[in-house]
């Protein structure tokens, strides 16, 4: 799924890059195992084009139409406007309508995209370098209210698998069989940062964000599109299945073989607090950070048992069959997951509904951030519910405008807005 960050080639073997970063610090690197995705410090290194979207987005001001800007003419959004000026005249000649935005975003939504807002800025700053996310989300609180904490630090852990030449060809054998069985993931460049908080938040509170799709990186897109469905390893889920990608992917950061170096180990190294111990988790993630975010969820529910855990998303493409997803929701029950949309992105309608390697379905709650406008900043809308599968198709929507979205509704409506601007 196309995102943002830094591109970087897969190694021959699993190799593991642990970042420690303190605010406006120099970050180091250790190499367990393989070679080193080099990585520019941070200090020498200018910000990347999305830190400075992000930023704009983030300083975003009611009115200001600058922020048009962030949606050049580029090749990319032509086509995908392309698509879209060909279907919605169909679509609506068929009846197919937009629901009305005078009553304006409710209370409830309004309430839910007001505590999702910092988990979210600190999700799609974790793909930029560690300085520059512990700067950007400096002063963010997560959770809201009295309890809420900054981030106090990070580390960023890093997985990278490449496969031989003998599972490559296995892979194309089996790519289509009902039940593939592989040694273990094809190829897969998965990237969490593990943040601790502060006070007031409990040290006994911590979170996980995972990396989108890096643009030129073919690890991650080999992840994206290994769709072939596989058992979804969970208890009493007869029927399950999901994205082999996904899981394969995920499975690299929480049952690789390499001590001290699976995601719960990170956490408590870095928190102090035992698993069992722990209060508060949360699973963030956008694109393919989403997928795997979702993933945690589950996961950090049988870790952590006598913790909460919360599941914040953005962009996130669907990767369960429907007895999975019906398995998922039950198990992290409501409210406990949130998953954002931002207009017409088009990767939450990837894979489709019905493909020839099974179904695929989202979970969690949908809000659906409607933009009334094709330009940015247009004047957003939330809604509680699942869009029109034909409102599709733009890329730009998946990498831009998620955070102005989410500013504009909450603060750019005075008769509906909620005190306290972000």
């Given amino acids: 799924m196309p995102g943002h960050g830094e591109d970087a080639a897969c190694h021959s073997h699993i190799a593991i890059t642990e970042t420690h970063a303190t605010p406006l610090a120099a970050y180091t690197e250790d190499s367990v195992v393989g070679q080193l995705c080099q990585q520019k410090e941070a200090a020498a290194a200018p910000l990347l084009p999305y830190?400075?979207?992000?930023?704009?987005?983030?300083?975003?001001?009611?009115?200001?139409?600058?922020?048009?800007?962030?949606?050049?003419?580029?090749?990319?959004?032509?086509?995908?406007?392309?698509?879209?000026?060909?279907?919605?005249?169909?679509?609506?000649?068929?009846?197919?309508?937009?629901?009305?935005?005078?009553?304006?975003?409710?209370?409830?939504?309004?309430?839910?995209l007001r505590d999702a807002y910092p988990a979210e800025v600190m999700n799609l700053a974790s793909n930029l370098d560690m300085n520059t996310f512990m700067d950007i989300t400096r002063g963010l609180r997560w959770p809201g209210g009295p309890t809420g904490g900054a981030l106090r630090s990070a580390r960023h852990m890093r997985v990278l698998t490449k496969p031989t030449l003998g599972e490559y060809t296995t892979m194309v054998v089996l790519d289509h069989a009902p039940l593939p069985s592989l040694p273990g993931p094809i190829t897969s460049d998965t990237q969490v940062v593990v943040a601790a908080f502060q006070a007031p938040a409990p040290p006994t509170?911590?979170?996980?964000?995972?990396?989108?799709?890096?643009?030129?990186?073919?690890?991650?897109?080999?992840?994206?599109?290994?769709?072939?469905?596989?058992?979804?390893?969970?208890?009493?889920?007869?029927?399950?299945?999901?994205?082999?990608?996904?899981?394969?992917?995920?499975?690299?950061?929480?049952?690789?073989?390499?001590?001290?170096?699976?995601?719960?180990?990170?956490?408590?190294?870095?928190?102090?607090?035992?698993?069992?111990?722990?209060t508060l988790v949360l699973c963030s993630g956008h694109s393919l950070g989403a997928a795997l975010a979702t993933l945690c969820g589950a996961w950090a529910k049988a870790i952590y048992p006598n913790a909460v855990v919360k599941v914040i998303t953005s962009g996130?493409?669907?990767?369960?069959?429907?007895?999975?997803?019906?398995?998922?929701?039950?198990?992290?029950?409501?409210?406990?997951?949130?998953?954002?949309?931002?207009?017409?992105?088009?990767?939450?309608?990837?894979?489709?509904?019905?493909?020839?390697?099974?179904?695929?379905?989202?979970?969690?709650?949908?809000?659906?951030?409607?933009?009334?406008?094709?330009?940015?900043?247009?004047?957003?809308?939330?809604?509680?519910?699942?869009?029109?599968?034909?409102?599709?198709?733009?890329?730009?929507?998946?990498?831009?405008?998620?955070?102005?979205?989410?500013?504009?509704?909450?603060?750019?409506?005075?008769?509906?807005?909620?005190?306290?601007a972000i």
């Avoid at 001001?61 to 000026?85: N, P, S």
């Avoid at 169909?90 to 975003?105: F, H, I, N, Y």
């Avoid at 017409?344 to 709650?365: E, I, K, L, N, Y």
């Fill in 205 to 278: 509170q911590v979170a996980f964000f995972f990396h989108s799709t890096e643009t030129l990186n073919p690890c991650m897109w080999a992840t994206d599109f290994d769709l072939t469905q596989t058992a979804y390893p969970a208890p009493n889920c007869n029927g399950c299945m999901v994205h082999r990608g996904f899981l394969r992917a995920f499975q690299s950061v929480v049952a690789n073989k390499l001590p001290g170096y699976t995601l719960d180990a990170v956490a408590a190294n870095l928190t102090g607090v035992r698993p069992a111990d722990m």
């Fill in 51 to 112: 830190a400075q979207v992000q930023r704009m987005e983030l300083s975003y001001q009611c009115g200001d139409v600058t922020a048009a800007a962030l949606l050049g003419d580029t090749i990319t959004r032509t086509l995908t406007e392309l698509g879209y000026a060909i279907v919605s005249p169909l679509m609506a000649a068929l009846g197919s309508q937009l629901p009305s935005t005078a009553a304006g975003t409710s209370a409830v939504v309004l309430s839910a």
């Fill in 316 to 420: 996130s493409p669907r990767l369960f069959n429907s007895a999975a997803a019906a398995w998922y929701d039950r198990y992290m029950g409501a409210g406990n997951y949130i998953r954002l949309v931002n207009n017409r992105d088009v990767v939450p309608s990837m894979p489709f509904q019905h493909t020839p390697v099974g179904q695929f379905q989202h979970v969690g709650a949908p809000i659906w951030m409607m933009r009334s406008a094709k330009e940015l900043p247009g004047n957003y809308t939330a809604f509680a519910a699942e869009r029109p599968e034909w409102y599709t198709g733009s890329v730009a929507d998946h990498n831009l405008g998620y955070v102005l979205a989410m500013r504009q509704i909450l603060n750019c409506r005075p008769s509906v807005s909620m005190p306290g």
